[in-house]
């Protein structure tokens, strides 16, 4: 059974930066997109960035420039650099893979995480 897990999220300040982790198990996702997703309390899950297996990249304007996504298929991990971090970046982080292309709408993503916290103090 494929399973993936979010870890890195924490508490930071303001300017400050943070690294999440994907970690897949159950199967390998080394020929699939994967992505980052967000949701703060009481808004929709928001797209932060996706990756295709040939490394074609997308990200949400609000990240632009500020957040990187990796992959280490060797390890069948994807991370999430996350720099200048502000207030409004705060939010569950959730990690999600399987379709083609680089699709920003939730229902195209087949596998998901169970999120990890971040928050951004002021």
């Known amino acids: 059974q494929a399973q993936l897990v979010e870890s890195g999220g924490g508490l930071v300040q303001a300017g400050g930066s943070l690294r999440l982790s994907c970690a897949a198990s159950?199967?390998?996702?080394?020929?699939?997109?994967m992505g980052w997703f967000r949701q703060a309390p009481g808004k929709e899950r928001e797209f932060v960035t996706a990756?295709?297996?040939?490394?074609?990249?997308t990200y949400g304007d609000s990240v632009k420039g500020r957040f990187t996504i990796s992959r280490e298929r060797a390890k069948n991990t994807m991370y999430l650099q996350m720099n200048s971090l502000q207030p409004e970046d705060t939010a569950v982080y959730y990690c999600?893979?399987?379709?083609?292309?680089?699709?920003?709408?939730?229902?195209?993503?087949?596998?998901w995480g169970q999120g990890t916290q971040v928050t951004v103090s002021s």
């Open positions: 999600a893979a399987g379709p083609a292309g680089v699709p920003r709408r939730p229902i195209d993503y087949d596998y």
């Open positions: 159950g199967r390998t996702f080394s020929t699939s997109t």
């Open positions: 990756q295709t297996w040939t490394g074609a990249t």
